[in-house]
């Protein structure tokens, strides 16, 4: 509701993919209003419906979500337990507003409460959201300025190369499944597999996903920011303009930052996004009717054309979308299938998925070739990470484990695969002290520097805990990092935080 005008072609086909047979029983509202209107009344005269009628629509409308979820409401016991437990502290009328007011995501939400309430809860939220902006206070603002990353009792700086330009790829519903996965030795994923088995190459194969209800946005402000996402609603909704602190701003001059994509600008309202993580410049020329089959290809071809003529020092960070769900190639103009699909005793969904995979790293591979004979080489840093997780509904079990993936190449340190527990917060503070920033930026994220530390866990969006559960303190260490991040992203006061980094809001782009 709330994204409504930056939807395209990509996230339609995503939506009709995840539809089922049942769920057209949610037509019949609308089917039955069209058929009472045209009964009723003449269609040159629709601007004068009767309340009877606008009623009926409405009335129809909730009796049929209420029906088809019906299993979530007999006895409303969860719903009533909720408000039971908020009301034993409080009176009832504080209670309904408590409830309404939770930050819990929507799929939580469907889950617990059904389809209906999920959305009369996710209306209320998404239109209450100017509401809930006030300023964030001096005492937040000072824990944010002095706030302590993992890693950071250790003084010592870390050997370095001193890479000049970072060039950081964002893969889209990428999963370190389908990197391992392999078939009689063939992978599906060889470049990447290459990437990993490089001497420079650190690798970090059990990240876990820390993404919101925006999954893409979400995803991408943890990268650029190092705090947490919004709790229920995607940050692309909550404030797109922000501005945040961000790696873009906190690159030394006179480094040229720059996105980009081969997506509509409006998606995930990103022309706005851009700005408020302080980049130059977005870069989206490539037309709207691109096949998402391929372009990757295009977009890896466009960013050697930009890197080449950009002036030194850079940052360029390039979002991929080859691999959006439905992961169904063939329809989207490709027409080549590899010999994945012709394995026999295989899910077809991950077939199809790791086809999609395949798209991505061949163009990936021919990115990397140009990489390794330009004069870069010698002065850029090379990170990569899943945006999120793929989709579970279109995989089979055996594709599906929820970890993610997380590489830094061309560091200038030995490099080193790790399959211990971390999340998506530990990527920003990891990423400044690859760079060798670690001792001259004024923030390093709420996570951790996995090139010092390494947390073992990582907090879910619904606020469970995966990995090591017995490092409480550092735990709720992180829970107070996501009640500020909540406080920073709704606040209106946003430049006083940049400000307190001494990030002057007088150089905010």
């Known amino acids: 509701m709330s994204l409504a005008t930056s939807v395209d072609s990509i996230?339609?086909?995503?939506v009709?993919?995840?539809m089922r047979p049942v769920d057209l029983f949610m037509c019949i509202p609308l089917v039955g209003l069209y058929i009472a209107i045209r009964n009723l009344h003449p269609l040159d005269k629709l601007r004068i419906l009767s309340v009877r009628v606008k009623l009926f629509a409405l009335i129809l409308s909730v009796a049929v979500l209420f029906v088809v979820n019906y299993?979530?409401?007999?006895?409303?016991?969860i719903f009533s337990n909720s408000i039971g437990q908020l009301s034993e502290a409080c009176s009832f009328s504080e209670a309904i507003k408590s409830f309404f007011n939770r930050r819990i995501s929507f799929y939580c939400e469907m889950r617990n409460h059904g389809l209906w309430m999920a959305y009369i809860l996710d209306f209320y939220r998404t239109y209450n959201i100017k509401a809930r902006y006030k300023a964030i206070s001096g005492d937040d603002i000072m824990d944010i300025s002095s706030w302590k990353s993992g890693g950071d009792e250790k003084y010592e700086t870390l050997s370095s190369g001193k890479k000049q330009n970072l060039i950081f790829i964002i893969v889209e519903s990428l999963n370190t499944l389908a990197i391992d996965w392999n078939w009689k030795g063939m992978t599906a994923m060889p470049s990447l597999n290459k990437i990993i088995s490089d001497s420079s190459c650190i690798s970090f194969t059990s990240m876990y996903p820390q993404v919101g209800n925006g999954r893409s946005s979400d995803g991408q402000m943890m990268y650029h920011t190092g705090i947490y996402p919004s709790a229920d609603t995607p940050m692309c909704v909550v404030d797109p303009d922000g501005p945040y602190v961000s790696l873009a701003r906190l690159m030394p001059p006179p480094t040229t930052?720059?996105?980009?994509?081969?997506e509509a600008p409006r998606l995930w309202n990103h022309s706005s996004t851009t700005k408020a993580f302080g980049f130059d410049s977005l870069n989206h020329s490539v037309?709207?009717?691109?096949?998402?089959?391929i372009a990757d290809s295009v977009l890896f071809a466009r960013a050697c054309d930009i890197i080449q003529s950009t002036?030194?020092?850079f940052y360029a960070v390039l979002t991929t979308i080859s691999m959006h769900d439905p992961y169904i190639q063939s329809e989207w103009g490709n027409g080549r299938r590899t010999w994945i699909s012709e394995i026999q005793d295989m899910d077809e969904r991950d077939k199809t998925y790791l086809e999609a995979c395949a798209v991505f790293d061949r163009a990936l591979g021919r990115f990397m070739d140009w990489f390794w004979q330009s004069p870069l080489k010698d002065n850029t840093m090379i990170v990569i990470a899943s945006d999120h997780e793929a989709r579970e509904m279109y995989l089979s079990p055996e594709m599906s484990d929820g970890r993610l993936f997380f590489a830094i190449l061309n560091s200038g340190r030995n490099g080193f695969r790790c399959d211990k527990t971390v999340g998506q917060i530990d990527v920003f503070p990891t990423v400044v002290d690859a760079m060798g920033l670690w001792d001259s930026v004024s923030w390093r994220g709420f996570g951790s520097s996995l090139l010092?530390?390494?947390p073992g866990f990582a907090l879910r969006h619904d606020g469970s805990v995966?990995?090591?559960t017995t490092k409480s303190d550092m735990i709720e260490r992180q829970r107070l990092a996501v009640e500020l991040s909540q406080k920073w992203i709704y606040a209106n006061n946003k430049k006083e935080i940049l400000d307190s980094l001494k990030i002057y809001s007088s150089v905010v782009k």
């Open 11 to 14: 996230i339609v086909k995503s």
């Open 16 to 18: 009709i993919a995840s």
């Open 71 to 77: 299993k979530h409401y007999r006895d409303f016991k």
């Open 257 to 262: 930052s720059m996105e980009i994509i081969t």
């Open 287 to 293: 037309a709207e009717d691109m096949q998402p089959a």
């Open 311 to 313: 002036v030194t020092p």
């Open 452 to 454: 010092r530390e390494i």
């Open 466 to 468: 995966v990995g090591d």
